[in-house]
Nanobody
Framework: QVQLVESGGGLVLPGGSLRLSCTASGFSFSSHYMSWYRQAPGKERELVAIIAGTDDYRNYLDSVRGRFTVSRDNAKNTLYLQMNSLKPDDTAVYYC???????WGQGTQVTVSS
């Protein structure tokens, strides 16, 4: 059974940092591109970051480039999103996804507020 489980969300002050994790199981993790998406209240879900299975390609939403870093540990079947210099506009539910499949985690809430 394919499963993605996110963790690491929470409430943080503007300018703060969080690291999200996504633990994968039930498929060949290292063979798949993985993505992070987010959905803010009243807005469409948007792609935040993508990383190749071999970690030789990464790309980011323009508004997070330079602040967020996507990474992966294929030995641990885990995807990460390091988020620095957080802004209130980053408030959203964050989801990990197998890029090529309609398989999503349950999401983790990130709230940036003073």
């Amino acid at each position: 059974q394919v499963q993605l489980v996110e963790s690491g969300g929470g409430l943080v002050l503007p300018g703060g940092s969080l690291r999200l994790s996504c633990t994968a199981s039930g498929f060949s993790f290292s063979s798949h591109y993985m993505s992070w998406y987010r959905q803010a209240p009243g807005k469409e879900r948007e792609l935040v970051a993508i990383i190749a299975g071999t970690d030789d390609y990464r790309n980011y939403l323009d508004s997070v480039r330079g602040r967020f870093t996507v990474s992966r540990d294929n030995a641990k079947n885990t995807l990460y999103l390091q988020m620095n210099s957080l802004k209130p506009d980053d408030t959203a539910v964050y989801y990990c996804k197998i890029t090529s499949k309609d398989v999503w985690g349950q999401g983790t809430q990130v709230t940036v507020s003073s």
